[in-house]
């Protein structure tokens, strides 16, 4: 015991906050088995999945050019289809990023005069440019395809009297987000959704049903389509990458809707046959294994912070004992200093970039300034342990990641160790 302290002495965690720290994780013990269980059921499937595709030392290896007969890239893409229990999957690094990935999958899939309904209220901020809740060059709207939302009930629950109302002879695509992303409403679990795909394909069985599935990949033991969904979209540097993947993003879906995406992404005749892999594999294959047990450290970090910053009185959403079907944390300070110090906190906590002190600053997009901290391997990853915030009332930061338990577990100490050393805590 002594010698972690002194380890932890090393790095500027105090015996003060380790006390505080100790009784709380001894709490959540039963928490962590359970984690543990859905990591271990989740690696075998993500093994299964590789064995089934055949995965060779070969599939390693990557092409240059056009990338004609790339079997390291359509390795992976088996590899994810077979995870996500659907017909085929586009895996991409020529997939910039989650948005992309979403923007791909819409756009591939709706044609003029055809309207999209998101049946989880509000879509992620970077949807509304995509399209054309704000009006922006290129979006769906420009294209003549309108849309509808069926707003959530005042719990933030799904209404399905709304979607019923929202669905019209014109709908052709339904998009459920999975996360609640930077929403203050509940994330959805794999049984919502579920339900919700029943609902939907009870009044128009013949819309094709897209998820965002970013943050939610392995918090579960099935994934969207599972129960239903037409097609499940996300980015590489968040879960499914592991850590890894330096970019890239999925779509795993019904043959015909990942047909469609394929000849936007690349060109009509060309669809999946081309798009070099360059030497990306590697990292695409080995993030897909790491990342149940990633996702798993990212959760306990999560839970942990919550559990702890509760006990000193802080609002946490979701609380340390609510279920949990994403990555994300999010711990209201009440003050502006307190925010800044966590965020500091996790920043000096981090294997890159740990002498950066980070500092609230305006952002394009933002109403008000913005501290960010991320000391990441991966630039913008957010499955590595990271937090941001507004500066503004209620002095919301959310806090997301951790490639290993440890370093999730430092990082909440030494947030922990600032707040203390400024006088906003007593422990
Ligand atoms: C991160 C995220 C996106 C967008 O992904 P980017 O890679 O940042 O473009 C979309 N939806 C949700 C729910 C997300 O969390």
């Given amino acids: 015991m002594s010698d972690i302290y002194e380890q932890y002495a090393l790095l500027g965690i105090s015996g003060r906050v380790l006390d505080f720290a100790a009784p709380v994780l001894e709490t959540l013990r ?17 093994i299964k999945a590789m064995q089934d595709a055949h995965v060779g030392e070969a599939n390693l290896m990557g092409t240059t050019g056009y990338g004609y007969d790339d079997i390291g890239r359509e390795g992976i893409e088996r590899t994810y289809a077979g995870f996500f229990g659907t017909e085929d999957a586009l895996v991409r690094p020529q997939i910039t990023c989650g948005t992309h990935a979403l923007a791909l999958a819409l756009s591939a899939n709706l044609r003029p005069g055809d309207e999209l309904l998101s049946a989880s209220g509000k879509p992620y901020d970077t949807l509304e440019e995509v399209i054309g809740i704000r009006p922006s060059r290129g979006s769906l709207a420009e294209f ?70 970013c ?10 389509s599972q129960v239903g969904a037409d ?27 990942v047909a469609n995406c394929a000849v936007r992404l690349t060109s009509p005749g060309l669809g999946k046959e081309v798009g070099a ?46 279920p949990r079907y994403d990555i994300v944390q999010a711990v209201t300070f009440g003050s502006p200093e307190a925010e800044i110090a966590f965020c500091q906190g996790i920043q000096a906590a981090a294997p890159v970039d740990s002498f950066v002190v980070p500092e609230p600053d305006t952002m394009p997009g933002y109403d008000a300034p913005v501290v960010m901290a991320a000391g990441a391997f991966v630039s913008g990853s957010t499955v590595e342990l990271s937090a941001d915030g507004p500066i503004r009332e209620p002095y919301t930061a959310y806090f997301q990641g951790g490639l290993s338990w440890p370093h999730a ?19």
Avoid: H, W
């Fill in 30 to 46: 039963p928490r962590f088995a359970e984690l543990d269980e859905t990591a271990e059921f989740n690696q075998l499937r993500v």
């Fill in 144 to 213: 003549g395809i309108s849309y509808r939302q069926a707003d959530l009930n005042e719990d933030g629950s799904i209404s399905f009297e709304n979607i019923r109302r929202g669905l019209t002879e014109k709908t052709r695509l339904v998009e459920i987000q999975r996360s609640r992303g930077y929403l203050t409403r509940p994330t959805l679990s794999i049984e919502q959704i579920g339900e919700t795909i029943r609902f939907i394909r009870s009044i128009r069985p013949d819309v094709i049903i897209m998820i965002d599935n």
């Fill in 215 to 224: 943050y939610g990949e392995f918090t579960e033991r099935r994934e969207p």
């Fill in 231 to 257: 097609m499940v979209v996300g980015s590489l540097i968040k879960n499914p990458g592991g850590g890894l993947a330096p970019t890239g993003g999925y779509i795993a879906g019904t043959a015909e809707c």
């Fill in 277 to 322: 892999s360059l030497g990306i594999l590697p990292s695409y294959y080995e993030g897909f294994f790491l990342a149940p047990t990633m996702t798993a450290s990212a959760i306990k970090g999560a839970v942990f912070a919550a559990a702890c910053y509760e006990r000193l009185g802080f609002d946490c959403f979701p609380k340390s004992a609510d």
């Fill in 409 to 427: 577990k430092l990082g909440v100490l030494k947030s922990l160790q600032y707040l203390l050393d400024r006088n906003l805590i007593t422990i």
